[in-house]
């Protein structure tokens, strides 16, 4: 359970770190989503200041070869206006493509585009009359300074899409340093927020550790105790697999038998330490009944026979299978030497010629052996119970 709750703990702390690491990393998508995007923008409004770039410069190009054109007659001063004449339908095609649908871009393209187109046909005009040598009315045509007026309103209106390009950069700009902030407040906010959860991770599990060791401390002294108890117990400990076999032996069974325990565990059948004709008897005992202060005999290591008084207890699986054999044994040797002295000192007693009774307090006759029964010509079936007077 206490592992199961150290286990909980670590995954919330680090379930925290990784929601942290996901916000974290979803901001940044989202950010890296509006950096894609802009550079996009950046982009279009770049390709649209290098076209309005390209477009007034074939313009003047255009306004100052025609003039010179005018002015000298000489040939020269038309081959960049009609280079202007071959670029600007393709620029203004791009211009027208690269705007469309852009509500902030769309309608001065339009105007340039048409503003271009008109002064492209009054400069074909102005060239037109010089090449037919009709300057006074090319001259007339430049006073009434047409010329001029279109070449304003096609800066002006290079002018607001080149303004409204640097506004985006400008825009994309403070953009980009938000962005950039906003990332390094949430790197930030993100180190600390895991920085506190693994510390505060670990100062749980930390503690939890410490429990856990004082716990698996008291549980080694309390297993301590308990193995102390089953090998230093005043009586033997086995238990025995279905087949009768010593699967566990404690220290004072192995004393009694004179046998290490690497030579009998999991090597021995309990009836293999009884005498040769009673093996098969106590191995039919042990396997198929308890057995309660059962008196048998075992060999020890050395051949010596000793008595023992055994109890055991069969434990079964659900399906009735037997799962293993508790067996208890009682060093009854002293006991035996005991009752083999009383043995001999009553027949002693009972054959002797001399006369022997014994009496309670109460001066009631408790034996009489046949020396009283010779002695007093009374049996011992009469004199038993009765008082001595």
Not at 323 to 332: A, E, F, M, P, S
Not at 374 to 389: H, I, M, P, Q, Y
């Amino acid at each position: 359970m206490k592992v199961f709750k150290i286990h909980l703990k670590v995954l919330t702390g680090f379930a925290i770190a990784i929601a942290g690491i996901g916000f974290f990393l979803y901001t940044t998508y989202t950010n890296s989503q509006l950096s894609i995007t802009d550079s996009q923008n950046i982009t279009h409004h770049l390709k649209v200041m290098k076209i309005s770039e390209k477009l007034l410069d074939d313009v003047q190009d255009m306004e100052t070869g025609y003039r010179g054109f005018l002015i000298t007659g000489n040939n020269d001063y038309l081959i960049p206006t009609d280079s202007a004449f071959r670029s600007l339908p393709s620029h203004l095609d791009e211009l027208t493509a690269v705007t469309a649908g852009y509500e902030s871009e769309e309608p001065a393209a339009k105007e340039l585009s048409k503003h271009i187109s008109s002064m492209m046909i009054y400069a074909k005009k102005i060239i037109e009359l010089r090449k037919e040598n009709r300057n006074e009315e090319a001259v007339s045509e430049i006073k009434t300074n047409e010329g001029i007026r279109l070449m304003d309103k096609i800066r002006n209106n290079i002018a607001i899409l080149e303004e409204n390009g640097r506004s985006a950069l400008n825009e994309s700009n403070r953009k980009k340093e938000e962005i950039a902030h906003e990332t390094k407040q949430n790197f930030i906010i993100l180190a600390l927020v895991i920085f506190f959860k693994l510390f505060l991770v670990y100062l749980i599990i930390a503690g939890d550790l410490r429990k856990n060791d004082s716990n698996q401390q008291k549980i080694l002294i309390a297993n301590k105790k308990i193995l102390d108890l089953f090998d230093e117990a005043p009586c033997g400990y086995l238990s025995l697999n279905k087949d009768g076999v010593i699967i566990e032996i404690n220290k004072t069974a192995l004393s009694w038998l004179g046998f290490d325990i690497e030579e009998i565990k999991d090597k021995k059948k309990f009836s293999e330490l009884t005498p040769n004709n009673y093996r098969l008897t106590i191995e039919s005992l042990i396997t198929k009944a308890s057995l309660v202060n059962h008196e048998i005999e075992l060999t020890t290591v050395n051949g010596k026979i000793i008595p023992f008084l055994i109890d055991s207890r069969i434990n079964y699986n659900k399906v009735g299978e037997i799962i293993y054999i508790r067996t208890v044994l009682t060093d009854i040797k002293e006991r035996k030497k005991a009752e083999a002295k009383a043995s001999y000192l009553a027949t002693l007693i009972e054959n002797t010629n001399d006369s022997i009774i014994s009496v309670d307090k109460s001066l009631i006759i408790k034996s009489w052996n046949k020396g009283a029964e010779k002695l007093f010509c009374r049996t011992a079936f009469e004199a038993v119970g009765n008082s001595l007077f």
